[in-house]
């Protein structure tokens, strides 16, 4: 019988396909700038940011707290919401409830809402906390139970669960969490300001306002704004003021809607229920599922997946190529200092934002997507990396330059660098979906167009589809995780 492959070999064999795949995808890939003068767009865009224009400081003031206010009260329900469902985490159906709210992006799930509670702050606070329940009940639930098993097993038998999860499992695993919070409120506070991208009052509202109209002076602040409440996040975020931060939200922005109940009976009875189905036509449902796949699912799946695996390919080059310019084993304090800065920069921009301005230089297509996606996410595994390197031991004969780093460094953080890009290709696949919004024929591009249309029966559709493909791509990075004996711990980015 012949032996399983080594991890080691396992990776590279992993990697290779990858890249076999990635190259592939490049005759379907629309490559194409279709915009008339790029360089002179790009002169006037940078234009822009050297000579910002201050724009009226109540409106800014209103957008950063509009940004931040849906930030906190979306992440602390989700962690709420994820904390029970992590307590019940080993049972199959809370595994699939969690999988599954996660696996649709806030956008859609912003889109959903508007249709029920119109642009209203609930809507804006529960787009964020159901994708990131989701993400919260797997982390949480995972540190659970990758605890000491040790003072589980000293309890006595019968105890309850919330018992357990107050007395044992929060105790064991509450630095972890508070960690991964923190994160998690950087990532909704991205998510928050590309809210106001289909008309919610954050600072995504005015860039996308501003830009589309080539006013790049005015957007400079509030892109400004943006960028330096997420670079001094570690500063401002702590843990004693967090319950100050979201009672001022709460006054600032309380998360209320009106509801029309006829409306949102009619949504669930009516309106989601497939064409043929509202007047009894079950023969035609067949018909109606094969139409929307020729038209637009299958086209859907095969441009996301091109374009997250396209992308996948450019981040990890990205990534190989930026992670050692942090480190102190490669350059000097002034290029680290510039790295450092190009890094947080990169991972605080959201991928929606960078693809929505590079389509403003380039035209419509799939380069603007492919740089954005790739710049955010090369920009959060070079980090990661950057930092691992700084905390490698090596010898004293080790060699410099090149030789260090592809026959030392890269060989030794290989596995971790294989880790990080797995999960942020699970990350790729979803944000590749929802960059249809902005034109891109990938999922999100028909989901879109069919809440425009007010198709709802085939938005409905395409939304599971897209769950569907974020819930295999997670189960099959996470099986193959396993095979390369990669950490789980990569997750926690």
């Known amino acids: 019988m012949k032996a399983e492959p080594q991890p080691a070999r396992a990776m590279v064999h992993g990697s290779l396909l990858f890249v076999l795949l990635a190259l592939l995808c490049l005759p379907w890939a629309d490559l194409s700038v279709t915009a008339v003068d790029p360089w002179t767009e790009l002169g006037r865009l940078a234009g822009g940011l050297l000579q910002p224009t201050l724009p009226d400081l109540s409106t800014l003031a209103s957008a950063v707290a509009n940004t931040l206010a849906f930030a906190l009260q979306g992440v602390a329900l989700g962690a709420v919401l994820g904390l029970l469902l992590a307590a019940g985490y080993r049972r199959g159906a809370i595994r699939r409830l969690a999988a599954g709210v996660r696996a649709v992006h806030e956008l859609f799930w912003a889109l959903l809402f508007i249709q029920l509670l119109g642009l209203s702050a609930l809507t804006g606070v529960l787009a964020i906390a159901l994708p990131y329940a989701g993400t919260f009940a797997k982390i949480f639930g995972e540190l659970f139970e990758e605890a000491d098993p040790a003072p589980e097993q000293a309890l006595p038998p019968g105890l309850s669960w919330l018992s357990r999860l107050v007395y044992l499992q929060l105790p064991l695993c509450w630095r972890q969490m508070a960690t991964y919070t923190g994160y998690r409120l950087e990532c909704g506070i991205r ?95 067949w018909p109606w599922l094969q139409g929307l796949w020729v038209q637009q699912i299958g086209p859907g799946l095969f441009n996301t997946l091109v374009l997250a695996l396209l992308a996948l390919l450019v981040t990890a080059l990205l990534a190989l190529l930026w992670f050692p310019a942090i480190s102190r084993r490669f350059g000097n304090r002034l290029t680290r200092t510039g790295s450092h800065g190009w890094l947080v920069l990169m991972r605080s921009l959201p991928e929606y934002l960078l693809a929505f301005i590079g389509m403003l230089l380039l035209g419509p297509g ?31 004969d080790a060699p410099q330059g090149g030789n260090l ?28 979906a929802i960059l249809g919004m902005l034109g891109i024929p990938t999922l999100g591009f028909f989901i879109d167009s069919a809440f425009s249309e007010f198709r709802f029966d085939r938005a409905m559709v395409l939304l599971l589809v897209c769950a569907g493909l974020n819930m295999l791509v997670d189960s099959l990075a996470r099986r193959l995780r396993r095979r390369l004996h990669l950490s789980s711990r990569a997750q926690m980015l």
């Open 405 to 432: 780093y592809f026959f030392e460094v890269l060989p030794r953080l290989y596995r971790a660098f294989m880790a990080y890009s797995l999960y942020r290709f699970e990350n790729l696949i979803r944000e590749t």
């Open 191 to 285: 998510s928050s300001a590309v809210l106001g991208f289909i008309g919610l009052p954050t600072l995504g509202y005015h860039l996308e306002s501003l830009l589309r109209q080539g006013y790049y002076d005015e957007a400079a602040s509030f892109f400004y704004a943006l960028v330096l409440i997420i670079a001094t996040l570690k500063w401002w975020l702590s843990p004693r003021l967090l319950p100050l931060y979201l009672l001022a939200s709460l006054w600032w922005l309380p998360p209320l809607a009106s509801f029309n109940w006829a409306l949102m009976a009619r949504f669930f009875t009516e309106d989601i229920v497939p064409a043929p189905l509202r007047i009894g036509d079950w023969a035609g449902l």
């Open 366 to 396: 799939m380069l603007p997507a492919i740089l954005a996606l790739s710049l955010h996410n090369g920009a959060i595994i070079a980090h990661l990396l950057g930092h691992h390197l700084n905390t490698l031991t090596v010898r004293e």
